[in-house]
């Protein structure tokens, strides 16, 4: 059977020194061996195999319930590329992340089985066959019933991970957090790219279009209306000027309600932040959100029937700081926090 990742991740720990979460007298879970974070308090945040949260890494979604995954493909790119290096650094700086939401009280290693299954292999020289070995990859990691958090990698990744969604759920709601609709048809004679990824959803049929919002849209276009694509397909478009200077909480009820019951997956270009807060990217565009909105919206998805999420673009190499990376793995650990059945104090 063709294998799954590109290189297995060993354990953080042996077998016989699995970390087991260790709750305060009186607090329970649903399970009595579910992974945990190690604490800073007891292991230092240089120690160890960088997986995502210091999480055990394993080569299969087998056993867990929701598993972060990295696809480090950036040649979909159209301006500045690196974000193959995403998952990595976002994996580093994760490091700091700890095992409770403080804002929100979520306690997602309380309630899932959550491990890091490595990365997705892609050719670099072929953005087809990328494309089809990200979709295959997802399809196993579907058929387990486990979740995908998926650290990419440029937009183009979308493409396939919802292909793979849909073929299991069916058509799906989409929040889109992003400086751009990515919904270009041709680019440079390619129909694919990391500008191209939900028009091609649109036309397989794997979004449910009345079921879509993409929030934080901005900077120059190449018409004067850039959007209107996707409102005539039936998107709602949140501008990024419509977010400036206001709460997204009260955006987010409504999204909730357009969302309904049905399968919602969450894509957030780590371009839809202000560069300010997140210069490491390849397209970055001035005036955007920030990251406490950021946190609205994503803790604004609780109660959806989340079947996947990914956090995109991220290009290292342009913010020497980290700080784009350690918002990524932020943001993602966020994502976590809102996924079905988690746990909430």
């Not at 969450?266 to 932040?273: A, E, M, R, T, V």
């Amino acid at each position: 059977m063709q294998r799954l990742l590109c290189r297995r991740l060993p354990l953080l720990l042996g077998p016989q020194q699995r970390l087991v979460l260790q709750l305060p007298p009186g607090r329970s879970y649903s399970s009595p061996r579910l992974n945990v974070p190690p604490s800073a308090a007891d292991v230092a945040r240089s120690v160890g195999v960088c997986s995502m949260m210091r999480l055990p890494a394993q080569d299969s979604p087998l056993g867990l319930d929701a598993a972060f995954v990295g696809v480090p493909l950036d040649t979909g790119t159209s301006n500045r590329p690196g974000a193959r290096f995403g998952p990595r650094h976002i994996r580093a700086e994760s490091s700091l992340l700890r095992a409770y939401n403080g804002a929100t009280k979520a306690a997602p290693f309380e309630s899932l089985m959550v491990a890091d299954i490595g990365d997705v292999n892609v050719n670099l020289y072929d953005l087809k066959q990328s494309c089809k070995m990200i979709r295959e990859a997802f399809q196993k990691i579907t058929s387990t019933g486990c979740i995908p958090l998926t650290l990419g990698g440029d937009h183009t990744i979308t493409y396939p991970i919802l292909q793979a969604l849909a073929e299991k759920h069916g058509p799906v709601g989409l929040v889109h957090i992003d400086a751009h609709a990515d919904t270009s048809d041709v680019v440079l004679g390619s129909k694919i790219c990391h500008g191209t990824p939900f028009r091609r959803c649109v036309e397989e049929g794997l979004l449910d279009c009345k079921r879509v919002v993409q929030i934080g849209l901005r900077g120059s276009t190449y018409e004067p209306d850039g959007y209107i694509w996707g409102r005539e397909q039936g998107f709602r478009t949140v501008t990024g000027h419509e977010c400036w200077l206001r709460s997204l909480a009260p955006l987010m009820v409504e999204v909730k309600q357009q969302m309904g019951d049905g399968p919602v997956y969450i894509s957030f270009d780590i371009d839809g932040l202000d560069p300010a807060f997140a210069p490491g990217t390849g397209t970055p565009e001035i005036a955007g959100l920030h990251p406490s909105q950021a946190l609205e919206i994503i803790q604004g998805c609780r109660g959806m029937r989340i079947i996947g999420c990914d956090l995109v673009e991220v290009a290292p190499l342009y913010d020497p700081s980290g700080n784009t990376a350690l918002t990524a793995a932020n943001l993602l650990f966020e994502m976590l926090c809102v996924l079905p059945n988690v746990k909430y104090y």
